[in-house]
């Protein structure tokens, strides 16, 4: 395994537990393996309802699921 | 209760060649860990994943990414993937894997497991490499189930 210690990229996950529907999460499974066979250190920021805003602003990339009219409504109003 | 008998690919239990197969119907993300959790309990060595995407499994198979696949498959010997969406369960496997491979162009993380498009010769490959001790355990979607089981005992249940 290659330790490249030269880069890092956090990923922030918005809403985990209300956006995800259908195998989201697949796409931040993908992300973190290719990471890490890359030998790239990555780390997934987890951001719920009212998450700190300085939170997000260490995210590199951020993924967010499709959810449904309900769980939109939700996360409209917290973001 | 031992008179018990499941209902078909329910957890049934068939003997073809003198070897023992017992299926697992796994057609969501729950009955997928489901099943892997009770085989891995049972020491399975030998596993069948049948994904297929017809109308009564569901034409979305992206619930696999769902399942906690990554949990229990360090677990097995032999890993036969078959189905009509193979390859999506295989891919799936392969982000399972512990191994934190260097050379992403390198096979070795994939090796554990093989891919076999056509059903019944998956079915007859898996039956081989299992051995004569073992259990193979096929963990198939709803019309893989009917397949497999058609496969299995030159009947046609439904």
Known sequence: MIHNTKYNL???WLYPELMSTYGDRGNIIVLQKRCEWRGIKVEIKLL???FK??????CDLIFMGGAQDQQQKIVAYDL | MKDFKPAFGRQEILNVYGKKIQIFLSKNPTSLNESLKTIVR???????????????D???????????TEEYISK???ILISGDRAFDMALRLKYSSKAQNSNVKSQNYSSKFK??????EAVFDALI???KDEILYILPTYSAMLDVRKILTGKKIL
């Open chain 2, 129 to 131: 490499a299992t051995l």
């Open chain 2, 58 to 68: 569901g034409r979305d198979v992206s619930w696999i990414w769902d399942a906690d």
């Open chain 2, 42 to 56: 049972l020491n399975a060595k030998n596993l069948l994943l049948v994904l297929n995407d017809r109308i009564p």
């Open chain 1, 10 to 12: 956090v990923i922030g």
């Open chain 1, 48 to 50: 719920d309802l009212e």
């Open chain 1, 53 to 58: 805003i300085n939170e997000l602003k260490m």
């Open chain 2, 76 to 78: 097995f010997k032999n």
């Open chain 2, 115 to 120: 891919i076999i498009e056509n059903l019944e």
